[in-house]
């Protein structure tokens, strides 16, 4: 995997003093990425290839990928262009043709794609990485076990209980951070969904939970994605906190084991259907900070937005105002209680309403996906070399595609920063990409959008809020998305201070319903 000079320098090291060790090291690690990152032969049919010597673009991609990307399609001026991350060659992918062909290659494999050029996932090699295609299938599997109708049925008093619960303090509050708030919800509700009561009931151990994947967020820098081998501080730090995540879902496990008592969670699905431990701990390692991330990003900008447009924040709570008054209203009215939570109102509604009787929530979150949810597709070639827009993709190399391309593409949706729900849906299969597209989709969308409107549904019945800027003032236009941050979106600071959220609890929820 690398050369074998590295181990014997670094076996040397204990003979030298720190200023010469660190001299040797610096020299072997120079030598080391030049052998790497030799340059093949070109081809004809091969993509062109970024005009600058290749160390340049390894902290662009990593730190600033949207911008690198954009800059790479105007000095070369290409629909394609490749570059390479040490031996890794890239290439970069745009256009309508590349887009078609790029979601519909049979080749390009989104796991390795995404293991070898994200570093995001805790790294347990047989658990969740370097699965067999069996095991790849068994996970799929029970992640569609959890969006079945029962299921998600189930689930609905449980989500909206955990966000009645997250959401009672904020009522002293005059201000918070959407994005570190709202995702605290949809962390504890990702838990909820996707491992067990043992975990998600206990505050503490979620807690625990989220910042140990943030851990595993900070830690995730060049150096920890392109020498994975390599025991750096950040390296170090990640396996850390992968071994405590670890350690939480095992004794989470073996406490249901040994306690023989039964819950129906998703925890339970896989202990009954006979399911491998490590397929188990893959599962929930792998899909919480996947899902908990994707969701807490789109829910956040939703938020954020709805802070923004007071016309849509009323609309959409109309709009559940009317789904309670004509599906949880006899529920009501068979209550002694003469105060009626709304996670109860909203728990009653059934789940085929939520799914197909939301048009404004629906367009809300369509939208926000859009200009949000700072996605890069990334594959690798585990096929014969194939064909991208009439450019070659070698067996081995990878492939990327960013959602920017299209969405934010004026020639097919004008003025692309704005927010703008009424958008006309394009009928081209491949012009919205925000749950995925061709042969490879979302698995975790039903669930996804079902978490999102009902924390939304909540807050705007609990609450008024407005979303301001760094001067306290109602930001008027919308902070803009900002997709180098490739976890949250983040607005930049200068333009927008997203610790600076007004929120009121609000007062107009005299008798049953708390309006």
């Known amino acids: 995997m690398y050369p074998v000079g590295v181990v014997i320098l670094l076996q040397s090291l204990l003979e030298h003093e720190l200023p010469s060790a660190f001299i040797l090291v610096t020299l072997s690690l120079l030598l080391s990425v030049l052998f790497l990152c030799r340059n093949n032969e070109r081809h004809q049919d091969a993509p062109v290839t970024l005009p600058r010597f290749f160390p340049l673009n390894i902290v662009p991609f990593f730190r600033r990928r949207h911008d690198f990307l954009a ?152 150096a920890t994605v392109l020498f994975p081998w390599f025991p750096s501080p950040a390296m170090v730090s990640k396996a850390r906190a992968t071994k405590q995540i670890y350690d939480i879902i095992v004794n989470a496990i073996k406490v249901r084991k040994q306690s023989g008592v039964t819950h129906g969670d998703t925890l339970q699905n896989f202990l009954d259907s006979g399911d491998d431990e490590s397929i188990i701990i893959g599962f929930m390692m792998g899909l919480v900070t996947a899902g908990a991330r994707s969701t807490g990003t789109t829910a956040s900008w939703l938020i954020t937005f709805l802070g923004c447009h007071p016309k849509w924040r009323n609309e959409v709570r109309s709009e559940v105002k009317n789904l309670i008054m004509m599906h949880a209203l006899e529920t009501i009215s068979e209550l002694n209680s003469p105060r009626y939570p709304t996670s109860t109102a909203l728990s009653s509604i059934p789940l085929t309403v939520w799914e197909n009787e939301t048009p404004v929530l629906d367009m809300l979150i369509r939208e926000t996906l859009r200009i949000a949810q700072p996605h890069v597709a990334m594959r690798r070639n585990i096929g014969p070399k194939t064909y991208i827009d009439g450019k070659a993709i070698p067996s081995g190399a990878f492939a990327i595609y960013s959602f920017a391309n299209v969405h934010l593409d004026p020639a097919l949706y004008p003025d692309p920063w704005k927010f703008d729900p009424t958008r006309s849906q394009l009928k081209d299969n491949f012009s919205y990409l925000g749950w995925g597209a061709g042969r490879v989709s979302c698995l975790g969308a039903r669930l996804a959008r079902l978490n999102i409107k009902l924390l939304t549904a909540l807050l705007l019945l609990e609450f008024e809020f407005d979303t301001v800027d760094a001067s306290g003032r109602i930001a008027d236009p919308h902070p803009i998305p900002n997709w180098n941050d490739a976890l949250m979106c983040r607005p930049a600071q200068a333009n927008f201070s997203s610790s600076m959220r007004r929120w009121t609890p609000r007062t107009d929820h005299e008798g049953l319903v708390r309006w």
């Open 71 to 222: 800059w790479g399609f105007r000095v070369t001026d290409q629909r394609l262009f490749q570059f390479r991350l040490l031996r890794n060659n890239v290439v970069v992918i745009s256009g309508e043709q590349g887009r078609k062909d790029f979601f519909n290659a049979k080749g390009l494999d989104l796991q390795e794609g995404f293991r070898v050029l994200s570093g995001a996932l805790p790294l347990i090699h047989g658990v969740t990485t370097e699965l067999r295609q069996q095991r790849v299938a068994r996970i799929y599997k029970r992640l569609m076990n959890v969006q079945r109708n029962e299921r998600l049925t189930e689930l609905i008093p449980e989500i909206l209980d955990d966000g009645r619960r997250l959401l009672r303090p904020w009522e002293k509050a005059g201000s918070l951070d959407p994005f570190d708030k709202i995702y605290e919800l949809t962390f504890q509700t990702t838990v909820r969904c996707l491992t067990c009561t043992e975990i998600a009931s206990d505050p503490e151990v979620v807690a625990r939970l989220r910042q140990l994947y943030d851990k595993l967020d900070r830690g995730t820098t060049p």
